[in-house]
């Protein structure tokens, strides 16, 4: 990698920001066609920042080793998917300090009760017990919030489940603006309109999900696996191939399956595959999964076999983040009275 392509001045772009957590062994086919792929086109026309979010990750209960592995696997996972660390900048959350330090900030703007009604505090606090859920757990919304605010992303692509975090975050950025003078871009949320809504290949009448595995696909899945799933996907009665999603839920979910990996319309792989059976279909499912995840996971183990290249790959990201990230901070800091030990 050369200097030049390091230093590519990217600076007269809007800005985007996203985030994933390292909260699985691998990332799930929805991760990439809803979101991460749009991540990939934003790196043409925009200045993208994208990180693997392992402190929002300890917010529930964990384990150290598993999440030590899962944020390698998640960042080698960012950049097999085709995020480019030359053109991107591709880093760990907890490796930008800066997102902590602003987000502390941040906290002592925010409401106690502005807090307590994000729903996604609500659910998971109700599934962990009112005992057992974390102070992290409630600030959640407000470290995402730095994550955003302290680069002046103009833009976060995040999927419908993360509006309500994005509107707190214009919130805080507006609050501490009118409170302390213009410091902070007011980021638009870029509502990642899933091109195909992939449902549960065992159960087409629930949304693929990482908590029922049987009828998820990950990315990470070894081919046996892949080829299981889809040979037992549900299907409906009658033979016919047609993209009825009311009436043939199962075959519509693989038809939009195929056209999500193929640049076709479900319309357009029914219209190709008319005439054969739902066997035909299945093996147009599997062929189209697994031509995207063998050159995939090919990428990922070669990243992961060479640690050292990959530890350089996030060092890049994390030192190019923290130029920005602090620029940010130090404006910051001033603002809000402390005093600081610049320009002594
Ligand atoms: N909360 C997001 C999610 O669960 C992850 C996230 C953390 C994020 N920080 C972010 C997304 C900043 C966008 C921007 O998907």
Redesign the pocket.
Known sequence: MSASVLNIDRSDRPRV?????PTADSFQIGNYLG?IRRWVTLQDTHDAYY?V?DQ?AITVDYDPAVLHRRTLVSFAQLIASGLDPQRSTIFV?SQVPEHSQLSWVLQCITGFGEAGRMT?FKDKSQREGADRSTVGLFT??V???A??LIYQ?NG????E??RQ??EL?RDLAQRFNSRFGETFVVPEPLIVRETAKILDLADPGAKMSKSAPAGCLFLLDSPEVTRKKIKTAVTDSGREIAFDPVAKPGVSNLLALIAAFTQQTPQQVAQGLSGGGYGDLKAAALAAVLEFQEPFQARVNDLLSDPVALMDYMRMGADRARGAAQDTLRKVYERVGFVTLEGR
């Not at 976060?156 to 999927?159: C, K």
């Open positions: 920001l996203s985030g994933i957590q979101a990180c979010v929002h959350q996604q959640y919304p470290l995402q919030a994550d955003i992303a976060v692509p995040v999927g489940d993360q975090h994005l975050t």
